[in-house]
């Protein structure tokens, strides 16, 4: 079974701070990973995703994220946060080519101008 | 590009009522996910529907099913409603087949409210 457990419930940042986003995943095999953003009044909808190769991708709005297979996590980042980011953030796992996509609990972050 | 719309947008039903709420999925894609996202949580999955079958399916009972139509559109039936089936119900499309990688194209969602 896959299971994702976010590690932060509710971040609060002022403008211009660095944000990162811890997210583990359990699966003994291959994993597609996605961060999905929610922000107020809109629909879920994809921040970035890693299927293979370079371990540092990068998604919309100069988010990143880092694969770190030892680690089984995914980590999002953002050197410098802007008031627009304010939203829920989701770390996403499907394994093993199931039909599954299993969620985390989600980050609340509020950013403060 | 049409994306994945959803009906209704909010809806009110009373305990053991029945409710159907319905999914177009974004054109080119195939397959349909439907998410369960109670208050607080991340969304859990309920099922997905791929050529017209059901293609997996979560922890939710008998009385959660759904139906694709050959259009790719789709419905999710709930019966004899409980409290507890208060929440956002999502609606993901997707290419299926081989070509699915479990990236999710989600619409608004239906907001169930059972009293």
């Known amino acids: 079974a896959q299971s994702v457990s976010q590690h932060n419930h509710h971040v609060i940042l002022s403008e211009a701070a660095s944000l990162e986003l811890g997210c583990n995943y359990s699966y003994g095999g291959t994993v597609n990973l996605f961060w999905y953003v929610q922000y107020p009044g809109q629909h879920l909808q994809l921040l970035l995703k890693y299927f293979s190769g370079d371990p540092l991708v990068k998604g919309i709005k100069g988010f990143e994220a880092e694969f770190i297979k030892s680690k089984f996590s995914f980590n999002l980042r953002k050197p410098s946060v802007q008031w627009s980011d304010t939203a829920e953030y989701f770390c996403?796992?499907?394994?093993?080519?199931?039909?599954?996509?299993?969620f985390g609990t989600g980050t609340k972050l509020q950013v403060i101008p | 590009e049409t994306g994945v719309t959803q009906s209704p947008t909010h809806l009110i039903k009373t305990r053991g009522q029945q409710v159907t709420l319905r999914c177009s999925s974004q054109s080119g894609h195939n397959t349909v996910s439907w998410y369960q996202q109670a208050l607080g949580q991340g969304p859990q999955f309920i099922f997905q529907y791929y050529r017209e079958e059901e293609n997996g399916r979560g922890n939710f009972p008998p009385r959660f099913s759904g139906l694709q139509f050959p259009n790719y559109s789709s419905e999710l039936n709930v019966n004899a409603l409980e409290l507890d089936d208060s929440a956002l119900y999502l609606c993901a499309s997707s290419p299926g087949g081989y070509r699915y990688t479990g990236e999710l194209f989600f619409g608004e969602g239906s907001r169930l409210t059972v009293l």
């Open positions: 996403a796992v499907n394994g093993g080519g199931y039909q599954k996509v299993t």
